[in-house]
């Protein structure tokens, strides 16, 4: 008896051996740390069998198991690479189709795949998938950047059946990962109170993130998140995969721990109120989905996006930026021509690069003298501007700055001139009444008349102004009572509304691909890579709060590197402005103060902080960020970013509590150095009629001391901020 058990068991272990033999079509989608792995099954289903490491030996991914076979009953497939709905899933699906003859099901099997080097060190991989009974084709795209470890992936969708096919759910991505346990950090927050983390185990069943806001879509809530595997991870070890979706309308993120307690993980736009009816040969194309996987915890993850966003999405990544004076805390709507030019001098006193002229500057009959009217109307205002922009921008420059704008052109005020000859032209529902969301609506931009008005507006104001020096792009307003007067589909709203932005936004940086924009939605409520790929950089949140700020930024960096990151320095919280300064340097600095308040010291510190971030600036946007004391549980936050050469670092610290006496007792270990070298450490942002401690030695200490011993910041209640610059000797 015992041997008959015995011989079964070794059959069943034989016959998934065979099952998963070198012959069978297997896909490895490799960065220089990762592997994806694709097999087809003996059915051709495309099937997931390795998210992870990268193993050494790439025969060896031959061994792996088919995790289809694990369930009791082989037909379930849990670990599809798409998986489709309406046949044998009946878990949450990738795709879900109605097709042309009203059959709700759909099957994909494997076609072929091809691999393409599409760049020195980025690879594309495309698996090619078709229903047997349907001419119903999926692609499947992995774009793997090598160095960065970084793995971009989405899909298409094409048929050629008679009739229109509706698309009832159509995901980017359909991972499947086995772990022991999942814990997912995902993010909330409202307008002010941006990226607030929570950490979470994953338990049976699904955990959704997503939202339907349609516009401003972050703001409860954004699409990236930290997912580790086994046990939560730390800064330095633990797995972790750090994703996103690229999209800036309606997503949604499923985690779903199945019944043999692998993930599943589907992400892609959201299906919510979204069916999109692909005519035949038309091809629909989801937006991206990024990840990375780390097995040395969260900072690694966070080092390769940074790294990734810098040299392959951000424009002018690795590029420059402009310091500026932004004028909305220090007027608000209340300025004239007069006002703004003292404000250049201000600013060009102050050191910063450029001026930015904020909300209020434009609308005639409806003028914009607070957030109830004339967006839409973007007109220079008579009272205000009688010269226009051009003589702003002459004026600025004469003053030796650059001159810039704010924009928020998907938008529409109830009292505007546009909304009077267009009314069709706004997202309402014909028969209920308005609702506002900061008194505005929103514009139908998968209207194409409403994508040539939005773009001929940023067109029109760069024309006629050459050398116009910045655009800060807004978007206050999310969508209420979603309908199009002019769609012919009412139901491809959402998506196409963002693909309208995107093509509009494709057609100014074809125009203007070095203009630096900033993406901004009354603060944070829209930061995610698909707009990033047009902006510059973004506005983390309206709260410039020292204090928040810390926890604000914290959060953000570990998606989105320093240089897309725009910190003023303003006059929200109790800070001194030297912690505030010394906040907003991590990142890309600007000023939103009235200069002529400042006092002496005041305006001595600052205009020092700037000539100072001058100078390292290169090293917070382009160097390797190291977190080292996290501002959650502690009295302290410290964190540093350290040049790609290793030579130069510049180390950030904070008090975040108010114990007695509390604040840097003990060395922090410093990271990311070369153990090698020899460094000298340096206080910089000293506020004047003050000693640093610091600067008193010249001591020179090994990279290997500093990050084994480490070194006391001295950090306290009499000195809340220290930045502390690191050269090599
Ligand atoms: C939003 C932005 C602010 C400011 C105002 C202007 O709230 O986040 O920075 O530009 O709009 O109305």
């Known amino acids: 008896m015992k041997f008959i058990l015995l011989l079964l068991v070794s059959i069943t272990l034989i016959a998934s051996a065979v099952g998963s033999a070198p012959g069978d079509t297997q896909i490895t989608i490799e960065t220089q740390h990762t592997a994806l792995v694709i097999r087809v099954s003996k059915d051709g289903d495309p099937t997931i069998i390795h998210l992870g490491k990268r193993l050494q030996n790439g025969a060896d991914y031959a061994l792996l198991p088919d995790n289809e076979k694990r369930g009791e009953d082989y037909t379930k497939i849990y670990n599809s690479a798409y998986t489709p709905a309406g046949g044998r899933n009946l878990l949450e699906p990738a795709l879900q189709v109605s097709h042309a003859d009203g059959n709700p099901s759909s099957d994909l099997k494997y076609v072929r795949h091809e691999t393409q080097h599409v760049a020195d060190d980025v690879v594309l991989t495309t698996v090619f998938l078709k229903d047997p009974q349907y001419p119903f084709e999926v692609k499947l795209f992995y774009k793997a950047y090598q160095n960065e470890d970084v793995i971009e992936q ?43 983390p929570e950490e979470i185990p994953l338990t049976s069943g699904l955990k959704v993130l997503d939202t339907k806001l349609g516009t401003r879509t972050d703001l409860f809530q954004p699409p990236s998140f930290l997912l580790s595997l086994n046990k939560p991870a730390e800064e330095e070890t633990g797995e972790v995969i750090a994703g996103t979706l690229a999209w800036s309308g309606n997503y949604q993120i499923q ?190 931009l998968s209207n194409p008349k409403v994508q040539e008005f939005v773009y001929g507006v940023v067109d029109g104001i760069l024309t006629k102004n050459p050398t116009l020096g910045y655009i800060k792009w807004d978007c206050n307003a999310v969508i209420y009572n979603a309908f199009s007067a002019t769609n012919p589909n009412p139901s491809h709203l959402f998506v196409e509304y963002v693909q309208g932005l995107y093509k509009v936004m494709e057609k100014l940086r074809a125009k203007y691909p070095t203009l630096p924009l900033m993406l901004c939605s009354g603060g944070g409520g829209r930061v995610d890579y698909g707009a990033l790929k047009y902006f510059t950089e973004f506005w983390p949140s309206d709260n410039t709060d020292g204090l928040e700020r810390i ?49 002496e010291k005041e305006l001595a510190f600052s205009q020092q902080a700037l000539q100072t971030y001058s100078r390292v600036k290169d090293i917070i946007w382009k160097g390797d960020l190291f977190r080292l004391t996290s501002p959650y549980g502690n009295d302290l936050a410290s964190l540093m970013y350290v040049s790609e050469k290793q030579d130069k670092a510049l180390w950030f610290s904070y008090l975040v509590g108010n114990r007695y006496r509390d604040g840097s007792r003990a060395p922090i270990k410093l990271k990311g150095l070369n153990p090698e070298k020899k460094y000298k450490i340096q206080e910089v942002n000293v506020y004047p009629g003050t000693n640093s401690p610091i600067n008193r030695t010249q001591t020179i200490y090994s990279g290997d001391y500093l990050m084994t011993v480490g070194f006391n910041p001295s950090v306290d209640s009499r000195r809340e901020s220290v930045v502390l610059e690191i050269t090599e000797n």
């Open 154 to 196: 989405w899909s298409s969708i094409r048929h050629t059946e008679k009739k229109t096919v509706r698309l009832q759910k159509y995901a980017s991505a359909n991972l499947y990962i086995p772990a022991q346990n999942y814990y997912l950090t995902h993010f909330h927050g409202d307008w002010a109170r941006e990226m607030n």
């Open 255 to 444: 985690f779903e721990v199945d019944p043999l307690r692998n993930l599943r993980l589907i992400a892609g736009i959201n299906p919510y109120a979204s069916e999109y009816m692909l005519a035949p040969e038309k091809e629909f194309v989801t937006p991206a989905f990024l990840f990375t996987y780390s097995t040395a915890g969260k900072g690694q993850a966070s080092r390769n996006l940074h790294r990734w966003a810098r040299k392959h999405r951000i424009p002018q990544g690795e590029g420059n930026r402009l310091t500026l004076l932004n004028n909305w805390e220090a007027t608000y709507f209340d300025f004239n021509e007069e006002k703004l030019t003292t404000l250049f001098k201000d600013g060009k006193k102050l050191g910063v690069d450029l001026f930015l002229l904020d909300d209020g500057w434009f609308a005639n009959k409806y003028p914009r003298n607070d957030d109830h009217t004339g967006l839409g109307d973007w007109q220079e205002n008579k009272q205000k501007l009688p010269h226009g922009l051009g003589y702003l921008v002459k004026e600025a420059e004469r003053a030796g700055i650059k001159f810039g704008i704010w924009l928020e052109p998907e938008m529409v005020s109830p009292k505007s001139e546009l909304y009077e000859k267009h009314p069709d032209w706004v997202i309402k529902l014909p028969n209920r009444s308005e609702y506002y969301f900061r008194n505005q609506l929103v514009l139908d």
């Open 551 to 599: 926890f604000i930024q914290w959060n953000y960096s570990y998606f989105f590197p320093a240089i897309a990151t725009c910190n003023h320095i303003t006059d929200w919280g109790k800070q001194s402005i030297k912690f505030r300064t010394d906040v907003a340097m991590m990142g890309k600095m600007g000023y939103d103060i009235v200069v002529s308040k400042l006092d």
